[in-house]
């Protein structure tokens, strides 16, 4: 892959970004900005340069992905020379900055929307675009893919994109420990329920990619006559924990709109005002 490629903001997300392009491409050039020195040494002995200054970044590459909170990226617009954006590709992995917003103020570049999950640290991400009609969509795509999987999807979807794949790592890291701590209730040994439940989920999530059946298809064919499941289930339909998850994801996605707007407006207001 013949692209410099620069990452803005090389916290725990971009720096999972960079080791997992850096896994794929091995030649590939690859600047790396951060604002302390924590993590630096692991970057550089990836090969990797690393640097303060965002307007030299943007100067050396060809595709440029954000990944700083939102709320600092008035900062960065107002450190990189406006020149400098031209003819770039920007790929912004910041919640709730709207593909308009970028456009509007990184003007001649050509400008994505992404929105990845804790998961790129293993390389297992599930990575949402916002649609669009870029000439250099699949040198996107082939850059994502190094993280897990991609999906294009309408802009809309990406509010409700951040409530179940982006916060959705936390909220199943949450019925996990619940899981386990039933089992430990029970005499079972933590480290053995743990280890247990990561191979039930594992196992459980192949079956249903590979069956392509509804899970409740996989439910029923677990769920016997008088047996331990149901008597589970029906705890789990008395203490309404299905409608319990069903709002949770709700309560995130109205989050996500909100900080979204909140941001888009915010935003503006400091660079216009700026």
């Known amino acids: ?126 990575t949402a675009f916002a649609e669009n009609n870029g000439q250099h969509k699949e040198l996107v795509e082939e850059v994502f893919k190094t993280l897990g999987n991609v999906y294009w999807l309408p802009e809309e ?19 996990i420990d619940a899981l386990i701590l039933g089992a430990v209730a029970c005499g079972m040994p933590r480290e053995i329920a743990y280890g247990a439940i990561l191979d039930v989920l594992e196992g459980t999530a192949e079956m249903l990619r590979n069956t392509s059946n509804h899970p409740i298809v996989l439910r029923d064919q677990v769920t016997t006559p008088a047996g331990t499941t149901i008597r589970g289930l029906m705890v789990l339909e008395a203490k309404g924990v299905k409608s319990a998850l069903i709002e949770t994801i709700e309560a995130a996605y109205k989050r996500a709109v909100e900080i979204g707007n909140e941001i888009d407006k915010n935003i503006r207001n400091l660079i216009y005002d700026g």
Do not use: C
Request: glycine share 4%; proline share 3%; no cysteine.
């Open 157 to 175: 979807y990406l509010d409700i994109w951040t409530a179940l794949v982006g916060s959705g790592p936390a909220f199943l890291s949450e019925i």
């Open 1 to 126: 892959m013949d692209v410099r490629i620069a990452v803005i903001g090389s916290g725990k997300i971009g720096s999972a970004i960079i080791k997992s392009i850096r896994q794929k491409y091995k030649e590939i050039k690859l600047i790396a900005t951060r604002r302390n020195e924590e993590s630096i040494k692991s970057l550089i002995d990836l090969g990797v340069e690393v640097t303060k200054d965002n307007n030299y970044a943007v100067s050396k590459s060809d595709l440029i992905i954000l990944s700083v909170k939102p709320h600092h990226f008035p900062t960065v617009l107002k450190q990189v020379d406006k020149s400098l954006w031209k003819n770039k590709i920007v790929v912004s992995i910041m919640a709730g900055v709207k593909l308009s917003t970028l456009s509007s103020l990184i003007k001649e570049a050509e400008v994505y929307r992404a929105m990845p999950n804790i998961n790129a640290i293993v390389s297992k991400s599930s």
